[in-house]
Structures are given as C-alpha cells and as structure tokens.
C-alpha cells in the first residue's frame, strides 16, 4: 500500500497477538461478507457467527458499528492501493485499466459503507488519499507513455468511474460496456475500434 504512514494511528489499533489478529481478521472478512449481502444493517451476532468467534470478542475488537465499518473500508482501501503495485509489470494502459476495473469491484460492493461513514471523518480523508496515492503514479505513467489523454487527471477519470458505478444498470454486461466507452474516451490518440 502506498504509505501505511498515512493511516497508521489507525492501524495501530489492530491486535499484535496471533490470536486476536486472527479473529480480528475473520470478523473483518465476516463483516464484509455480510455487509456485501445485507447492507450496513447486517447483524453484529451474524458478523460474530460467520467469523466464529462470540459477541464479546466482536465488541472487543469494535466497540461500536462505526468502527466495524471503518475496519472494513480500511481493509478494501489497502487492498485496492496495494493492488497498483500488483499491476506495475504490465503495460501502462492494461495496468491502469485492470486497476480501475478493481475499483470499480471496490466502488460497487464498498457504496453503502461509504455512505455509513462521514465523508468528512478522518478515517474517509486518510482513505481517499491511500487511494490517490496509488492511482495517480499510475496514471502518470500512461501520460508519459503517450496512451492517456494529457489534459485528464487522475481526480476526473475518480470522477468518471464513480458516476458509472453509482447508477443501477438493467443489465449485468452493461456497466462493463459502459465502462470501456469511458476508458476508451481517456485513450489518446483516440482509440479506432
């Protein structure tokens, strides 16, 4: 992840045992799972179950629902940010595409926890910079390659991808084709099909 710094009050909270990062984990995973399949009104003691540890040890952990959220965003931003150093072996414009699809998979599944959290709070601030921190080398890169339009920023291709994802498609294949009239729009010269 591009500079840990950046959110490491936050992570310093995560357990140092073995044991307690492991369930620290399993309600993290739980929580996600849950939240993707029932909103942010998932229930604590499913959280709990799924991850298969008691009620106490999920309020251990996370006192309240708000940082049960948090550790759920935070843990999908540093997946996200890490995933740009995954993608540095590539070409720069399959690089920046792949990353991109990711957060779109981010973007749609993380919608509702976003919206949980104040877009002003700290922890959303520190996120979004994790986020630019990762995407915005790479979209240098396919600059200087020649391949993306030189006047787009990495904030208006955010933008561009956020909009996509926040509308409700009639069809499963048609975000994805959405999707690629966009990055098509970004490609310089313009890509002739």
Known sequence: MAGTGELGEYLARRPKRAD???????????????????????????????????????????????????????????????????????????????WLNRFVAYAATKRALAEELAHDSEVFRRCRAEIYAAGQPMMRRVQEAGVVRPDATFDDVLRLISGIVAFQFPEPGQRDRVLAIALDGLRYPPALA
Request: a negative charge; aromatic letters at 8%; charged letters at 25%.
């Open 20 to 98: 307690a990062q492991r369930n620290y984990d399993a309600l993290v995973t739980a929580a996600r799972e849950a939240f993707a399949e029932a909103g942010v009104n998932a229930s604590l003691e499913e959280i709990a179950r799924r991850a298969g540890v008691g009620i106490g040890t999920l309020y251990r952990n996370f006192p309240s629902r708000r940082e049960l959220f948090e550790a759920v965003y935070v843990d999908e931003v540093q997946a996200l940010s890490r995933s740009a150093a995954d993608l540095a072996h590539l070409p720069p414009w399959d690089a920046l595409v792949a």
